[in-house]
């Protein structure tokens, strides 16, 4: 390996500089030239790379976003689109590449590694924490404090008026970060894609704690099966008009701020395995870390297997939430 490439892709996530810094720098420190490509897989088509020096990299880690840009490139998923992709590696004499990302990341490095055969190493940088191989992804636990700290200042109002309040975090798929937060707001009703949603016992359950709460609280995940925080709040009302509630939908906050301490180290250290499993002739895989040592996942199975919900955190749920 005498150079390498680095980009971010996708959905943005906090720690995700962080992780381009420690590529950067574990390059320097080896001898290994480093270059940033701009906007995710459409920098390398559009041949958008650039020469990275440890300066370029210095007093960023503590920055959300990413330096090096990001997109969801439709144009990489084509075949022409890789070929130029692959042009593109050679004209630069790219040896290996290291991807930050989620799924949609690691999937078109699936493809384009199956057709090419290109040293490939994937960061997971999502806030969805849905990645198998590792036990959290950059950006998550910045997320979870976010909402955290949002909606402690939502139940601050809430109390004010006696009201219930349905809070929709990101999850499309994966309800991590609804659980967890909810339990950490001390939410009295948690709704996430895994488990489907009946609003009947939900209000059955509201009604049982509302008589010692001056408000209540309900997280809600985008991609849970009642609809989102709106169609919730719509079917509530039909059914219970009794509760004055009202919605929130915390949006694209989630993904932005200044990274945890957590998310920083995490990033630092898959940022330097990455380099590292390159220079061992690994390829095709996502670095990860389980049970605090640094594991390899090929991406297909990073992919298509899904961490699972903790069934123990939906019981404890249930407990603190009378």
């Keep these: 390996m005498k150079r390498i490439g680095v980009l971010t892709s996708g959905g943005d996530a906090p720690g995700m500089n962080a992780a381009v810094r420690a590529v950067v720098r574990t390059c320097v420190f080896k001898n290994i030239e480093i270059y940033g490509i701009c906007e995710g897989y459409k920098g390398l088509i559009d041949g958008n790379i650039n020469p990275l020096s440890s300066t370029d990299v210095s007093n960023i880690i503590q920055r959300g976003g990413t330096i090096l840009k990001s997109s969801r490139s439709q144009e990489f998923f084509d075949v022409e689109g890789r070929k130029k992709a692959h042009q593109n590696i050679q004209k630069f004499e ?85 659980l967890n937060s909810g339990i950490g707001v001390g939410a009295d009703a948690i709704l996430i894609p895994e488990t489907p949603t009946y609003i009947n016992q939900l209000i059955k359950k509201l009604d049982n704690g509302n008589s010692h709460k001056s408000s209540m609280i309900v997280i809600v995940a985008e991609g849970d099966d009642a609809g989102g925080a709106y169609e919730v709040a719509k079917k509530l009302k039909e059914e219970c008009p009794k509760y004055d509630s009202r919605v929130t939908i915390l949006g694209h906050i989630q993904r932005g701020g200044s990274p945890s301490a957590m998310d920083r180290v995490l990033a630092s250290r898959m940022g330097n395995a990455a380099v590292n499993a390159l220079l061992e002739n690994k390829s095709n895989v996502m670095i990860g ?14 992919i298509k297997h899904h961490n699972k919900i903790n069934k123990s955190l939906l019981d404890l749920t249930e407990i603190l939430s009378y």
């Design 289 to 302: 870390i389980i049970d605090k040592q640094i594991a390899y996942t090929p991406f297909e199975k990073s």
């Design 94 to 178: 790219l040896d290996g590449i290291v991807t930050i990302g989620g799924d949609g990341t690691f999937t078109g490095a699936s493809i384009f590694n199956q057709e090419y055969s290109s040293s490939i190493v994937g960061i997971p940088g999502t806030i969805d924490n849905d990645l198998f191989g590792t036990d959290y992804t950059i950006g998550y636990d910045t997320a979870l404090n976010t909402v955290v700290e949002a909606v402690d200042k939502i139940k601050d109002t809430a109390s004010s008026h006696n009201r219930l309040f349905i809070i929709e975090v990101m999850g499309k798929d994966a309800g991590f970060i609804a």
